[in-house]
């Protein structure tokens, strides 16, 4: 899942974003209300956390104004400890959640993809490929009666190329979505994680599924190889 962190404590936010992104998330940043709210729209996440004191515009009115323009993302809303009227606010502005500052890492982490699970959008619960079965509520992925360990970033990969099935994605959209979007590293990186992916989906079973189309990038048969 792709999620956005609202969150003007620097530290903080990058915080969260490395531990999200060692949980398989993609994720971004913005230090500000217009920056979050900027984001938010330019970009389409499945998830936000949103903190509401925020410079420029809080997470009260960012949340109103995502939720006037129809923004349907799962919003996370961080609030003041015990502050009860944050919290009724929050869900009031259209918020789907919200934890308490100072919070636990594993409940946020617990929340978000409870979060995803009941926020859904439009997204299929299981999705079967022949007998490739990836289940992203789960986190599983299997073929026929064995079960495959991939790592979160790896499952992330696969699970992009899944719901994109039959699709060419180019490299730069999978590091946008799988990494983030200001990823300035090897770009190769995807590569590496596309060929492990390979070796564990396809090749002990003799099958084909994940395809690379030289010069364009990456495509997974919709029969599973």
């Not at 079967?128 to 991939?150: N, Q, Y």
């Not at 946008?176 to 590496?192: I, L």
Request: aromatic share 6%; proline share 4%; charged share 30%.
């Amino acid at each position: 899942m792709r999620v956005l962190v609202v969150e003007d404590e620097r530290r903080l936010a990058v915080a969260l974003q490395r531990g999200l992104q060692s949980e398989g998330f993609s994720v971004d940043v913005a230090l500000d209300g217009p920056q979050g709210l900027w984001m938010a729209t330019e970009h389409d996440y499945d998830l936000i956390v949103l903190d509401i004191m925020l410079p420029g515009l809080n997470g009260y009115r960012v949340c109103s104004k995502l939720r006037a323009a129809g923004n349907e993302s799962g919003i996370l809303m961080l609030t003041a400890k015990d502050g009860e009227y944050d919290e009724a606010e929050a869900l009031d502005t259209g918020a789907d959640d919200f934890l308490s500052k100072p919070f636990s890492y594993l409940v946020l982490v617990a929340r978000l993809r409870a979060l995803g699970r009941r926020t859904g959008r439009r997204r299929p619960q299981v999705m079967r490929f022949g007998d490739l079965v990836i289940d992203p509520a789960r986190h599983s992925c299997s073929r026929g009666a064995t079960e495959i360990r991939l790592t979160a970033r790896e499952f992330a990969v696969l699970e992009y190329l899944a719901r994109r099935s039959g699709e060419v994605v180019p490299k730069r959209d999978i590091l946008e979505q799988v990494w983030d979007s200001a990823f300035d590293g090897d770009p190769n990186v995807v590569e590496v994680h596309v060929s492990a992916v390979r070796r564990k989906i396809d090749a002990p079973f003799g099958r084909a599924a994940l395809e690379t189309v030289r010069g364009a990038g990456y495509r997974l048969a919709v029969d599973g190889g």
